[in-house]
């Protein structure tokens, strides 16, 4: 089999969303590339990306993103085309993943799989993944008519729900900190937002900046994706969470969005509640991996 594992470049963009769209079909996933995220990554992102190429037809895509926070961890994806599996396409890939981090001095990678994709468990265990938790996907409907959505008053009347700017970047890093124990670079925030596709909203309330969520807009398949919903320690309890979730779901009804879309962690039983008191669901588990690199 004549194989090529090269960078990516900015013509294999249409290519990548056939190779996309074969994978959804065939293994029933929501993978989705934006065109203002491809020339984001492109032409500002450190991270790995690449491509295999076999006869001049992109078979496989592998990334390794890595942590903002921690540059000695990265995370890593990989995808072959359905026609192209059991051929080496996912082992060259993987291998010049390795090679990357090894060069960019990343000590521990991590991936997720999700329970129905047997093959792809397999090929992770075999390269000496570990399971080291699991997460719940969830899901909501946002062309339903929700009430808890309708009931969004302000907690004593002074909560204000905004969009962050850059300036926003100690109070970001404060938040992240303290609900995540993540210390983060001082332009974290202003490197995040670079990303056309992704927009962090801010939650104040008595003129304190008591929680945030970042929200990937999916727009080719109408979804948005949440992460890092966050509220400070002292803040939790009393409705913040919740609040921050409603604002952040009519904000996506807002742009049009059909669905929204999330991961907990499976041990995280207090956050899998709040999530389904706004309406989400799950539809699946995913399996979070580690390997470290030596």
């Known amino acids: 089999m004549c194989l090529k594992v090269k960078p990516i470049e900015k013509k294999d963009w249409q290519d990548i969303c056939l190779l996309i769209e074969a994978v959804n079909r065939s293994d029933h996933l929501d993978y989705s590339l934006t065109k203002e995220w491809f020339d984001y990554v492109l032409h500002h992102s450190e991270n790995g990306l690449f491509v295999a190429h076999c006869k001049e037809q992109l078979v496989g895509l592998a990334t390794c993103m890595v942590n903002t926070a921690d540059k ?53 265990e075999k390269k000496d993944f570990t399971i080291i938790l699991y997460s719940w996907k969830m899901e909501m409907d946002l062309t339903d008519d929700h009430p808890v959505l309708s009931d969004h008053k302000n907690i004593d009347g002074e909560i204000i729900f905004r969009k962050a700017v850059p300036s926003d970047g100690n109070a970001y890093r404060h938040i992240i900190a303290d609900c995540f124990g993540d210390y983060i670079g001082d332009n974290a925030l202003e490197q995040l937002l670079r990303d056309p596709s992704v927009r962090v909203y801010l939650l104040k309330y008595k003129g304190d900046t008591v929680a945030s969520i970042t929200i990937q807009y999916k727009e080719n398949i109408a979804q948005g994706y949440l992460y890092d919903v966050a509220v400070i320690k002292k803040y939790r309890g009393r409705g913040f969470g919740k609040c921050l979730l409603q604002r952040s779901l009519l904000m996506l009804k807002k742009y049009q969005m059909k669905t929204a879309a999330l991961l907990v962690s499976g041990e995280n039983r207090e956050a899998l509640r709040l999530y389904e008191s706004v309406g989400f669901r799950e539809v699946g588990l995913d399996y979070v991996m580690e390997k470290k690199i030596t």
């Open 72 to 124: 000695g961890q990265g995370v890593i994806n990989l995808i072959v085309h359905p026609e192209n599996r059991k051929e080496g396409v996912g082992t060259a890939l993987y291998h010049r993943l390795i090679e990357y981090a090894t060069e960019t001095k990343i000590e521990k990678v991590f991936t997720y799989v999700n329970e129905a994709l047997v093959d792809a468990l397999k090929f992770v």
